[in-house]
Every structure is written in structure tokens, then in C-alpha cells.
């Protein structure tokens, strides 16, 4: 006879809905694939009334965390209320009563994981978390187990799929980010208030939980550098376009020489680029190893059924483990990489630069950009001026070489001082495609 | 103190080579991330005089394989000398001796994995084999753990690196097919007797594996229907372009109503299509489940190091496991899906075809074609001639609506005894995207 493992779930949102649906539903199934059955023991959330399209079975709900928490026969608890706090007690206190605890809570992994792994550790209990980054694509457990051979220089991601189908919108629809931001809120793609995902916090939050996994290192979300979309403009994409790239919002952790670069923010990528095919909500991480090469996961990033499945996955791995009495099996994450031995600071990273300066359109304009960049030692890859307009507001929009971080902020602090600089400069990184 | 687990290795080839490199190199990280010591203990092979670009330790090699298969020392036992048999011997006496056995060898898997897995099973043994499928990708793990709390419709693949090579520089370059090879050989990507991939047996063995994985099927492998490359022209690839298609070489599994299709075969995909960017050698999985929807999985599908880490990967589950004590943590492969109840005959399957027939240009030429197809009840969703000669012979090239595969074979039996038809037709299938 299979063994029987008891699941507490905390939090009937739109994932927990989905967890219990499948816990319920999938019972006879996952009991054949884990070789366990998982049993839906006590479910909690402050509001039962709520219609949530499914009937959850009797005397299965609770409003008070602690009936799970201090039930010694749930083994798994899973969080799913999202936030740092209450989450961070209730987790932490499950682990000290030696539950094991599954959770999809990226915002609390990356501000207090540090704590997380601590107590669990301590607890003998896992600790796992394959919803919180990448939705259904299970790149945690690839990160963990099954490029295990591998050790890592980059990983991109497109892990925020509302800032993704902004910028997608944005390029097919020719609309602008207010409209495309309106429209992501009703078909339900951006939140009301859009800040955390649109000002990149949110995938800042999954970068840091990736460079955990693939470089040992334990970012603050501080230690990161971000910027959001909101100075995207049309015309930047259609610009983009011209030249052969599509903007993407991408959480880039990166290593070069003996430091690691941290940061999440539009990109320029060129077409041909494998994550310059991922449109609409989709979301993908490309990874390249040092045995594998180039890889890329491609999936669902968020969605009540991908995340729930995520969930499931899990649970189901616990389950198993501990119907065989075993747990702690996969290491809570890597050691820092002996190769890495610091993060990188922003002025110092290096990239191609594109930059769009709006300026009056008169002769020596263009004289005088160069001249400050090139005393900067920014070089020019091309410089494209499509409206000529005497005496009116043009922009002049440029590819730059390899250009230092910091070289390209002292220079557009004197540009964006000049007499014919009309508005503030766009500058947009890009980033290149590996060699092979 | 982490506990040491010792392997056996069998088969110093490109991957045998790439594994013993990595198990040495990289053991203490591989100890680190596993929590158990890997030991390589022996490695067995033919001729072991042969240069391999390093240096085994001294006393580690032998000749004879049952110089690890009776080492009780021994306790995974990896098989990569390929091939049907000895290889099935070998395996069958490690697991039987209680070893826990890693492989690469999808012919093996496709031919006999049924035997494989009921002695494993009686055995108390694992059985692993991530790189017999898509190389480095975790394609195996995924299927079997990540995305355990899906049921799947659709998995589609470009599993043959060498096939996928032909047709990317037969578009690229326009050379014909017989260029291609002959270029890919030069390179290493073809085999002096290509047979073996060009002909879809590759594709076949692994889509057998998938089928198994991810649908609980059992074929054998005159189950499927096999297709090779060698009837795509350079025409038909030029016509496909301009129609907004690209020729990819497609293992496809897919379940329609109770029955599972099985096939290997050439396959039009929209030029959108999220496999149509998978160039080169490169691999890519296609699959869509319940719960996830659409994914893709991309990487290097073959090669020493992708298949050497995905080996390695293999090896650190079981040590991980057995430094715990326990194995057989995961079930070889899913029960049998209850939505299937039997294959699909390849003359019931539907799709939408290519035909490109050779002709001579005469008036009422087209109406007879169309009306032996009207006569089978398929029916035309556009017409292209772009050469006109007169008397001479043309191209008529013709995408049906969704018709039945013994419909087409009818028809182009009668079409291909008509006078004026001056070559066998050919005839694609193509692959629409899901709608979502």
C-alpha cells in the first residue's frame, strides 16, 4: 500500500484555488506517478465565502494558519498567500515544527531567503519553490538537478510576462505604453496597480532566486539594478525595429571575469536572438553552460493552472521522498561559484548602447554629440537622423560600440545639458548573442 | 562524512570519454551539489590504446566489461557502447546483479526497453537514460518529475541534430540535399553511413521514449511511421518559403480523440511556429499539456559534453539516492494514459498537405488534378504554378485543406498514372500550431 502524506494549504487565490483543484481532482493520478497519496488535509484562507468555482469538500477549510501549522499530521504546508509578512512567520514556524514547506512567494525568497534556508536547514526540512520563478517551466528543478554537471556564465530571462506582453504590444499594435498598459489590465495581464511588475521588482525578485540556483549567490534585492518600462516610447520600439532589434524586459545575471552582473531592465535584442521570439505573457530563461552550451525554456510564466502545476510538482517530489523516509535530498541551492567573487557594479559593466538624443535640428548637432561621447570613449557603431526639420525638435538615434556603464552616464549628463538637448536621453542597453 | 558511490563505466567513446572527463574533473563539485561522493571506479572498453585527449588514472581500465559487472564495489553500472546487443546483455546482467544502471542507448530503450524496465523493476533497480533524448536538454526529467501534474496532447520534436542540420543549410545555403550531406560530413555531424539519422530510425527510437514518458505508451518500433529526408528538393523548400512555411524534421506524438498518433516524417510548420526557429544541430521539444499549456524546450542534442552532462545528471540522482539509502524513487515511465486507448493508424491521421506535382503544362492539366483530389474528398486551399513552359515540364504546387492520409494515398495512385504527371508527386505534411 502506498503511504499517505497530509497537505496543508495556505492561501485560496487564484494558484491555491488551482492547487486544491488538482490536489482533488488528479488524486487517483498522482498517487500512480509519486507512488504516494497526497492528501489534501486542511486548507486556510481568511475568506471562505468567496465563490471560487469549485467546491472544496467539508469540514476541509479553516480561517486560523495555526490549525495547520500546529496539526502534526500535514507534513507538507504550502504557502500560498504571497507578501513577506504574515508569510515569513507562518513559514518559518512551520519548519520549526519540522513540516516541510512548499511555496511559490518569490517576493519573500528574495528579501528574507537567506533566513528561509537557514531555518530549514537547521529543521532537517526541504524547502521548495519551482512556482515562484518561470511559472509551469520547471527551470528551478533544471537548474538544481538537471544541469547539475553544468556551471553557468549567463542566464537571461523574460520572467515578468505582463511587462513582456506590454512590449510586444506595444511593437505589433504600434500603441503606446499607456494604451498598452490599459489593455493588459483588462484582459487581466496587469494588476491595478502595475508598479511591481512594470517597474521590474518583480522580476528582480526572480533574478535573485536564480542567481541563487546557478551562481551560489545570495543577491539583496538591493544589490540589483533596475529599471522599468515606463520610458519606452513607440518610437524607441519602432526605431529598434528599423535597426534590426526588438526591445525585451530582461533579469540578466551574468558573469564576467571573476564578477557576477545583476540587473533587470529593457533590452535591446537583436532578431535573431532565441528570447526575441517570446511574445505576449510567454516567458523563457536562456542559460548557457559550460557543458551544454546554449539552452532555452520557454512556457507559461504565470496563469492559475501553469503556476498550480508548478506547485503540484513540488509536492509531488516531497511526497515522495518523504513516503520513503528520506528528505533534504536536493542541496536548498548551489555554493557560490569559486569563479565569482563579487557582483559587479553597475558603472563597470559593458555593453552596446542604443541612445536617442532629441535635439534641435541645425548644423553641428551631430558634431557636437560625437565630440562628447568620443571624449568619453564611446564610439560610434551608427548614427540614424530619419526627419530633417528646420529649427524643429528631431531625434537622432545612435548605436554605440562596447561602451563602460559609467562612461556613458558621464556623457549624457553633459549632453543632456546642452543648449539644443530638448528632452532627457534614451539610452537602452543591448545585449549580444553568445559566440558559440 | 558524505558517503562515496562507485561507477562503473562501459564504453569509452565521444560520450564514455566526456563522462569520465567531467566524473573526474569536477568531482568535488559534483560532491558539493550531490551530497555524496562520485567515484569513478572502472571504466571498461575495447581498445583502450586509443587516444582520448586525457589520461585515465593508471589501474582503472579494463577490457573485460564483466570486470564491473561482478564488482560488488560497483554500484551504478554506465552502458555507453550503444547498440542492441551486447550492450542489452550487459545491462540486463548489472541490473540483475543489483546495479543501478545509466544509459544513452535509445535503440536499446526502443527495442527492448520493455524487458529493461520489468528486470529493473524486479530487480529493485533504477534505470535512467536523460541523454538518450535530446542530449543536454533535461527533456526525461522534465517529462518524468517537473511536469508531473500534466496530461499531455501533443509532443512534437526535432530530436535528430543531423537532420535538422541538412534542412537548415539546404534553406540557408539553397544547395540540394546530397550538398548538405556531404557538408555535414565534413563538419562531424553526419556519420560516414547516415542512414541512421536521415532516414528518421534516430527520431523513431527516441520518439518511442517520449511516447512512453509522456503518454505510458509502449511501441515498438514498426509502430511508427518512419519518413527520411531524402525525397525534400531544394524546390520544395524554396515553394514552402514562399508559402510562409519552413521543412523541419518532426518526431510527432499527439493524441487525437482515444488514439495516439506516432510519426517521424518532414513536416511544413508556419514560419511562426515556435519550432521553425530551431536551426542547425540544435534540438528542441515541443510539448503542451492540460496544465501548462504550450512549452518548449531547446538545447544542443548531442555532442560529448551536452550528452556527457546529461549523463552525469543521471549518475547524481542515483548517488543521491542511494547515499540515502533508498532507490527507485521515480517510476520508470507513466501508466498507460486512460484518454488513449489504442495507436493510430497512420491512413486515419488528418492533416493539411504540400503536393508538388510534375506536369506537363497544358490546358486542363489543373482541372483534372483537382478533380481526382475532389473525387477523394480533398479540397484545394490554394494553387501555385510559377513557371510556365509550354510542353514542358512544371511544378504544380498545391496546400489541401485538412484531408485524410489513405485519401491523399489514393489519389496520388491515380494521379501518378496520369499521362501528362511526369514524376511521383510529392507529398508533405504539415503541422499547425495550437490554437491556445
Keep these: 500500500m502506498n503511504q499517505t502524506i497530509h497537505v496543508g494549504l495556505l492561501g485560496l487565490g487564484t494558484v491555491g484555488t488551482g492547487v486544491a483543484r488538482v490536489l482533488l481532482e488528479k488524486s487517483r493520478l498522482l498517487e500512480q506517478r509519486i507512488g504516494a497519496r497526497v492528501i489534501l488535509h486542511r486548507v486556510c484562507d481568511r475568506d471562505l465565502r468567496r465563490s471560487r468555482g469549485f467546491r472544496l469538500p467539508a469540514g476541509l477549510s479553516t480561517t486560523d494558519p495555526y490549525k495547520l501549522i500546529q496539526d502534526p499530521q500535514i507534513k507538507i504546508f504550502v504557502e500560498l498567500i504571497g507578501g513577506i509578512e504574515p508569510a515569513r512567520t507562518f513559514i518559518l ?8 514547506v512548499v511555496t511559490a512567494n518569490k517576493a519573500l525568497l528574495a528579501h528574507a531567503g537567506h533566513e528561509l534556508f537557514d531555518v530549514a536547514t537547521q529543521a532537517g526540512a526541504d524547502l521548495y519553490f519551482e512556482a515562484s520563478v518561470g511559472g509551469g517551466i520547471p527551470i528551478i528543478k533544471v537548474l538544481r538537478e538537471g544541469l547539475i554537471a553544468n556551471d553557468f556564465d549567463t542566464i537571461l530571462g523574460i520572467v515578468n510576462g505582463t511587462s ?10 504600434g500603441i503606446s505604453f499607456h494604451e498598452a498598459l490599459a489593455e493588459a489590465k483588462r484582459h487581466g495581464y496587469a494588476e491595478r496597480d502595475p508598479s511591481l511588475d512594470i517597474d521590474g521588482h518583480d522580476a528582480s525578485h526572480k533574478l535573485a532566486i536564480l542567481a541563487l540556483l546557478g551562481f551560489g549567490i545570495q543577491a539583496r534585492p538591493s544589490d540589483i539594478h533596475i529599471e522599468g518600462l515606463r520610458t519606452i516610447s513607440q518610437a524607441d ?24 552582473e545583476l540587473r533587470v531592465h529593457p533590452t535591446l ?8 521570439n517570446v511574445n505576449g505573457v510567454y516567458n523563457a530563461i536562456y542559460i548557457h553552460g559550460d557543458m551544454v552550451g546554449s539552452m532555452l525554456f520557454y512556457g507559461r510564466g504565470a496563469g492559475q493552472n501553469p503556476t498550480a502545476a508548478a506547485v503540484v510538482s513540488d509536492i509531488a517530489d516531497v511526497a515522495r521522498h518523504l513516503s520513503r523516509g528520506v528528505s533534504s535530498l536536493i542541496p536548498l541551492h548551489r555554493r557560490q561559484s569559486h569563479r565569482i567573487l563579487r557582483l559587479r557594479r553597475m558603472g563597470d559593466i559593458e555593453t552596446r548602447y542604443y541612445l536617442r538624443f532629441m535635439v534641435t535640428d541645425r548644423p553641428g548637432v551631430l558634431a557636437r554629440l560625437a565630440g562628447v561621447l ?4 564611446i564610439s560610434i557603431a551608427s548614427v540614424h537622423q530619419k526627419e530633417r526639420r528646420a529649427a524643429r525638435i528631431v531625434p537622432v538615434v545612435m548605436m554605440s560600440h562596447e561602451a563602460k556603464e559609467s562612461h556613458v552616464h558621464q556623457a549624457l549628463r553633459v549632453i543632456d545639458h546642452l543648449e539644443f538637448v530638448k528632452q532627457r536621453t534614451v539610452a537602452i542597453r543591448t545585449e549580444a548573442p553568445r559566440a558559440k
Design 164 to 173: 513582456n506582453y506590454l512590449l510586444t504590444r506595444m511593437r505589433e499594435a
Design 374 to 377: 568620443g571624449r568619453h570613449q
Design 269 to 276: 535584442l537583436a532578431k535573431t536572438h532565441l528570447l526575441a
Design 93 to 100: 514556524e512551520a519548519l520549526r515544527q519540522g513540516k516541510h
Design 237 to 260: 520600439i519602432q526605431y529598434a525595429e528599423e535597426l534590426g532589434y526588438c526591445v525585451k524586459p530582461l533579469a540578466i545575471a551574468k558573469q564576467v571575469n571573476h564578477e557576477l
